[in-house]
């Protein structure tokens, strides 16, 4: 049988074009400079949960019949998602390389070392205090390579065949992924009554940045992808459930810290991601706005956007250059137009390239990869 690559999502990808966005002003920005999406821009690490949710979603979407017929290759599959992503992050490691100094003053001589050899592997993001070691955002590629460990394993999963036991099934996970925070407000490891953005503790680090925290949300997607299959594509349903979830994300986070950092930060926007993902995976006006060729233009460079902003952004003005280009008094309008840039470059001009070159010597004619 013939197991053909279902056809793009094209308003998913246009989404991550402002997904990836929302972390840049995140990490380099003030969110009030953005007037009523404020709260958004404030609450940009929900971007993430998004993208892991989205992760498993993709990835089930692409490769649900091949798991299912018990014909998906496992060692295609781990070559095709290591050719995806290892050159960007191998990229942004390289690009890394100022802030070496500033990690051997930051930590022991034993874990500087550790993370050195560890962050190549992809290994770091489990353990908390080098997490974020040579680069902020690429703590989620320890969590999203463990989670491709897993993906072939979950795809044989024998799912519900009905909507009412999925939906089921996805309240269940939900609940499960709010745990860990729920388990960090009561009990308080680090002492922190309220914490935020802002705050920092051990625990508070493994919360936020180790894998296990956030392997709810890519189970939940990979789900997701079940009941996508048994909805049509056209139809009032998937529009309202799309209108529903950005309207009810959106007032969420604008009530602020009235909702607890601990939750918001993976486990409770659950559901609501979940009504965005299948809303715009189906045929309608929201789908139709979000998948327009520009915002997909620049959404496929999302992944070079996210990993390589934090130390593109250090380069830039740690060299001045725009000083050098007279373009300081653009800052940072400018600099965000600056990582736009050079993350579609990065797309074409390395990470395209290096899949061909890295596929080729892994013999994989017949790719399985999926964005």
């Given at each position: 049988m013939d197991y053909r690559k279902?056809?793009?999502l094209k308003a998913l990808t246009g989404l991550r074009c402002f997904a990836a966005l929302n972390i840049v002003f995140f990490h380099f920005s003030d969110p009030k400079w953005f007037g009523w999406l404020a709260p958004i821009v404030n609450a940009g690490y929900a971007s993430v949960s998004y993208f892991i949710l989205l992760s498993g979603f993709v990835l089930g979407?692409?490769?649900?019949q091949r798991g299912r017929a018990g014909v998906l290759d496992k060692v295609r599959f781990y070559k095709a998602r290591f050719t995806r992503l290892y050159p960007i992050y191998l990229l942004s490691l390289l690009l890394a390389w100022k802030i070496v100094p500033l990690e051997w003053g930051a930590h022991t001589h034993t874990m500087f070392w550790t993370g050195m050899v560890m962050t190549p592997l992809l290994l770091?993001?489990?353990?908390?205090?080098?997490?974020?070691f040579l680069n902020t955002p690429a703590w989620t590629m320890?969590?999203?390579w463990f989670f491709y460990l897993l993906f072939p394993f979950m795809a044989t999963w024998k799912k519900p065949e009905r909507k009412r036991g999925l939906i089921l099934a996805l309240t269940l996970v939900w609940i499960v992924g709010l745990i860990p925070g729920t388990l960090y407000m009561i009990f308080t490891p680090d002492g922190i009554a309220h914490p935020n953005r802002w705050s920092y503790g051990p625990w508070l680090q493994a919360l936020k940045y180790t894998p296990l925290p956030h392997l709810a949300s890519f189970v939940f997607g990979v789900l997701l992808s079940t009941l996508d299959e048994?909805?049509?594509?056209?139809?009032?349903?998937?529009?309202?459930?799309?209108?529903f979830g950005f309207a009810a994300a959106f007032g969420l986070l604008s009530l602020g810290d009235m909702v607890p950092y601990a939750l918001v930060h993976d486990g409770?926007?659950?559901?609501?991601?979940?009504c965005i993902v299948i809303g715009l995976a189906g045929e309608n006006p929201?789908?139709?706005?979000?998948?327009?060729?520009?915002l997909v233009f620049v959404g496929e460079a999302s992944?070079?956007?996210y990993l390589l902003h934090f130390n593109l952004w250090n380069l830039i003005h740690d060299y001045h250059v725009l000083d050098w280009l007279g373009l300081a008094k653009y800052d940072p309008w400018i600099s965000y137009a600056l990582l736009i840039g050079m993350s579609l470059l990065a797309l074409h001009f390395v990470e395209k390239p290096a899949q061909r070159w890295l596929r080729d010597r892994m013999n994989t004619t017949r790719w399985a990869g999926a964005k």
């Open positions: 279902p056809a793009p979407y692409n490769y649900n770091q993001g489990w353990i908390p205090q080098i997490a974020t320890s969590a999203e048994m909805m049509p594509r056209e139809g009032w349903v998937r529009f309202a459930l799309g209108a409770m926007l659950m559901p609501l991601f979940g929201l789908a139709s706005a979000l998948g327009v060729k520009p992944y070079c956007l």
